[in-house]
């Protein structure tokens, strides 16, 4: 007897999470079985298994020091054990293995063999008596009982010996028992009419075995497509780079690349590994990772990802990640995770599972007694009760979800749109509010300098040149669009010192021993800096749309009681004796006003129509004064009236706005995506029902988001809540399916309607029926 080898009592120690390949599932109560195996190793803190992409995902922590590939190993066993074959996740398939009639061969004998046996029937309805000879049916029927049909004896087994049940088991039961009466009447018919052959049901157990082995086949069939975004993806990479030598350029294979080697990538070539062009510039097709129709333009010092196409022009490479670090590898596992999640709605499925087939053989035998009981004969009862168990499918209720989250995540993937987890997808079309980041998400996120006014009589040169100096390492697009300006008007910047970003208002440093603000409104407001003789005109860029900040200089207290400044501050930034000097109390001094001009992306608009068009409300969340935004808002079709305008919302604070959103002003509870890129949009993300982070953000906000956006086309949001609503909708569509055969089919069989080869005939078509709806997914377009 086998039993599981089990490590030492596991203590605290490393978490560890292995992906395994099984093969042999063929239902939702052999998911349930290796489950309840894995998780009985010791140590096993989860464990999901997915029929469709037939892997396991399991999460176990080992002892301090304690070898993982032993711990492997004991979870290979308990796997094996349990009456399945472990293999290494995600192995991809041998060539002949995609083809479409691979695995067809046993299915092609079965229809020979079991074609003679139907004849019979046929002739039936034509009124000609073709009825083949007993021992003739039986040389015919035995060999796929037994031999083509020995997958199911041999499974179904292993389920017995578990105290549980299959699809494989109920098969076996169902057939066999067909198989076996046949028997009974040929042996035990009388021999005094040599001529005459009973009615046997040979040819209900060979239908029935074949009929099940091809529904199998094309269950395999669909899978493979259903799949087919994940090795389109792995696909994307060549074996084979040019390496740049000392010696020349030499051929390696691409997992000997190392970070910081120069590979030469000729035109029509994928580009092997992310990098930077180090050497030459070229156009290059991003299509099949960020759905971007139309090729870039990449020179020197231009980002490059592994997976994309080489235009016209041959270029030389640094290599800037390898392996799992490549943005591709990071796409596929996405995809890979996103596939083999369990989404919220399968815990039903796992609890029917769980039950399904004992009850099936309950029915199946109340079935037996009760034709017996009402004298129908053991030759009918059998049938019926054969019926019963040949026309449940507890495969369809296994394939129903899995099938169409693989589909629609593959489809998503395809136009750009990667999704997390399964529980993203499932949540999705829930949605009903989306808030949208300003910067970077609706708007272009370059702003440009269109205003700068300075205090009069100071030199807007100097002030610029200081301006240009404290925000010259900042990342900030506002501060980006400053030192941009200087550059262009060939303004001399100064080194700044001790610069320090204030989160949410600005950025403070100082140039040539004065320390300068650099910030919003909002900012300046708090530190009790008038906007003086400059106040009307900001006001009047604020009413343009334009985003206003401020530029104030730190005064010493000597300077507060109105004493003259000394010579060196005299006449500060260029300016006069009689520059104002500030009023007793300020600590600061205004210098100059700044106002800054997005544009909007281009389909932001239609992309909010799309949202409204389907009922969902749109908002924008901006840091922004109230005036900035609603004029962007107006320009993108929000209505700030509507409450669709979030205004000088701090970094900090967005997440309670998202929180805000969710209670609602109507005291209903919605559901809110959120839409950002940036650092300080990862709470926000996080908050939301469903994150969703611009593929040209950061990290950290797609770490923080369910879904991501490989592209900053606002467009994908409506598409990534189309494509939920529809993968929701299919997997409804098939678990309605998945019960309806099985709550319609058990009682028809039960009660004599149904004989066990239109049974079996109906136990196929329910899991191919489940799989053809899943694959109607891969038709969606943008």
Same mark, same amino acid.
């Given at each position: 007897m086998n039993t599981i080898t089990t490590p030492p009592t596991i203590a605290p120690g490393s978490v560890h999470s292995l992906d395994l390949g099984i093969s042999g599932m063929t239902c939702a109560s052999c998911v349930g079985r290796v489950e309840r195996a894995l998780r009985k190793v010791p140590g096993v803190q989860e464990a999901s298994v997915n029929l469709a992409t037939e892997s396991a995902r399991i999460a176990f922590v080992t002892q301090v020091g304690a070898d993982a590939a032993a711990m492997e190993a004991v979870l290979r066993r308990a796997v094996r054990n349990a009456g399945y074959e472990p293999r290494a996740a995600g192995q991809e398939d041998a060539p002949e293995d995609l083809s479409p009639w691979a695995g067809f061969l046993p299915v092609g004998i079965g229809l020979l063999l079991s074609a003679p046996l139907v004849l019979p029937m046929i002739g039936d309805l034509l009124g000609q008596h073709w009825m083949l000879p007993a021992w003739m049916q039986f040389v015919l029927a035995t060999p796929v009982q037994f031999i083509l049909g020995a997958r199911f004896y041999k499974a179904g087994w292993h389920a017995a010996k578990a105290l549980s049940g299959n699809m494989d088991l109920l098969v076996a039961l169902g057939t066999s028992a067909g198989w076996g009466l046949s028997m009974w009447l040929w042996l035990t018919a009388p021999t005094d009419h040599p001529g005459h052959v009973p009615h046997l049901y040979f040819e209900a157990s060979a239908v029935v075995v074949t009929l099940v082995l091809l529904g199998k086949w094309l269950e395999a069939r669909a899978k493979r497509q259903t799949t087919a975004a994940i090795r389109a993806l792995h696909a994307l990479r060549p074996d084979v780079v040019h390496l740049l030598t000392k010696q020349g350029e030499v051929d390696v294979p691409v997992s000997e690349v190392l970070v910081g080697d120069q590979l030469v990538v000729r035109p029509g070539e994928r580009i092997p590994v992310d990098g930077t062009v180090h050497e030459g510039h070229t156009q290059v097709d991003e299509s099949m990772l960020t759905g971007e129709p139309l090729p870039v333009a990449r020179d020197v010092g231009a980002a490059l990802t592994g997976g994309s196409i080489n235009g016209d022009g041959r270029i030389v490479m640094a290599v800037t990640a390898v392996g799992a670090e490549t943005v591709l590898a990071q796409i596929i596992r996405l995809v890979e995770d996103a596939q083999a999640a369990k989404a919220p709605i399968q815990r039903l499925v796992d609890e029917v599972s769980a039950v399904f087939v004992p009850v099936v053989l309950g029915v199946a035998l109340l079935t037996l007694l009760g034709w017996l009981w009402m004298g129908a004969g053991a030759e009918a009862a059998l049938i019926h009760a054969v019926a019963v168990m040949v026309i449940a499918c507890p495969c369809a209720l296994g394939l129903a979800t899995p099938a169409a989250i693989m589909a629609g995540t593959g489809v998503a993937a395809k136009h750009g749109i990667l999704i997390k987890d399964a529980q993203a997808l499932e949540l999705a079309h829930k949605v009903d509010v989306v808030a949208f980041d300003k910067t970077g998400t609706l708007t272009v996120g370059r702003p440009r300098l269109t205003a700068f006014e300075v205090v009069p009589g100071l030199d807007d040169s100097a002030v610029m040149a200081a301006v240009a100096a404290v925000q010259s390492g900042s990342e900030h697009p506002l501060a980006r669009a400053v030192v941009a300006a200087a550059g262009e008007r060939q303004i001399h910047m100064a080194t700044a010192q001790d610069v320090r970003a204030v989160p949410g208002r600005g950025t403070e440093g100082e140039v040539d021993g004065q320390s300068y603000l650099v910030g919003s409104l909002r900012w300046m407001q708090e530190l009790g800096v008038g906007l003086g003789p400059l106040s009307d005109r900001a006001e009047a860029l604020q009413r343009e749309g334009a985003t206003v900040s401020a530029v104030a200089q730190r005064v010493t207290e000597g300077l507060l009681s109105g004493a003259r400044p000394p010579e060196a501050a005299k006449a500060p930034l260029g300016g006069s004796e009689d520059t104002p000097v500030p009023s007793v109390g300020a600590h600061y001094v205004l210098r100059a006003v700044m106002a800054f001009g997005d544009e909007p992306k281009p389909g932001a608009r239609e992309a909010l129509a799309a949202l409204k068009a389907r009922g969902i409300r749109a908002v924008m969340v901006s840091g922004d004064n109230r005036g900035a935004a609603e004029a962007m808002a107006r320009r993108l079709g929000l209505d700030p009236a509507a409450g669709e305008v979030m205004a000088e919302v701090l970094p900090g604070d967005k997440a309670a706005k998202v929180v805000a959103l969710q209670q609602g002003a109507d005291g209903k509870r919605h559901h809110v995506a959120m839409v950002g890129d940036g650092v300080n949009d990862a709470p926000a993300l996080a908050a939301a029902d469903v994150g969703m982070a611009m593929g040209n953000g950061t990290d950290v906000a797609m770490h923080a988001a369910g879904v991501t956006l490989m592209r900053?086309?606002?467009?994908?949001?409506?598409?990534?809540?189309?494509?939920?609503?529809?993968?929701?909708?299919?997997?409804?569509?098939?678990? +309605?399916?998945? +019960?309806?055969?099985?709550?319609?089919?058990?009682?028809?069989?039960?009660?004599?309607?149904?004989?066990?080869?239109v049974a079996g005939a109906a136990m196929a078509l329910s899991s191919v029926s489940v799989m053809a709806n899943a694959l109607l997914l891969k038709r969606w377009r943008m």
């Open positions: 900053g086309d606002p467009m994908l949001v409506a598409a990534a809540l189309d494509i939920s609503h529809r993968t929701v909708m299919k997997i409804r569509q098939n678990l +309605f399916w998945a +019960f309806a055969y099985n709550v319609a089919g058990i009682p028809l069989a039960a009660l004599g309607y149904l004989n066990p080869m």
